[in-house]
């Protein structure tokens, strides 16, 4: 039996608050159906709440969550987010990556 997996691209990119920098890492995944998927955006400046977006091909941006506290967890189906204690850093994270994950994420501060 021949197994087929596909094949998602899932592009990080960078986002700005003024001059301030947020710096996303990696930059570009590609990854397989059922992967676990995490990113990482870090600042050297202190954030109140920091933002995650997903933009679908074709679409524009849609806010999907929104950190406040330092320390602060946020799930929203399989995407779970997690703010730094001292606000400057944030992970987003998807368990068992699907076909309708595939999109941009960006981060926000």
Same mark, same amino acid.
């Given at each position: 039996?021949? $197994?087929?997996? /596909?094949?998602?691209? @899932?592009? *990080? !990119?960078?986002?700005?608050?003024? #001059?301030?920098? $947020?710096?996303? /890492?990696?930059?570009? @995944?590609? *990854? !397989?159906?059922?992967?676990?998927? #995490?990113?990482?955006?870090?600042? /050297? ?5 920091? !933002? ?58």
């Amino acid at each position: 039996m021949l $197994l087929i997996f /596909s094949v998602f691209i @899932l592009w *990080i !990119q960078l986002a700005w608050e003024n #001059t301030q920098q $947020l710096e996303q /890492s990696p930059r570009f @995944l590609s *990854i !397989q159906e059922g992967e676990i998927f #995490t990113t990482y955006c870090n600042s /050297s400046s202190v954030f109140t709440t920091f !933002q995650w977006y997903r933009q679908k091909p074709g679409e524009g941006p849609v806010l999907v969550l929104v950190l406040t506290k330092g320390g602060d967890m946020k799930k929203q189906k399989r995407l779970t987010a997690q703010l730094g204690e001292a606000r400057k850093d944030s992970s987003l994270h998807i368990a068992v990556v699907q076909p309708e994950d595939t999109a941009f994420y960006l981060c926000a501060g």
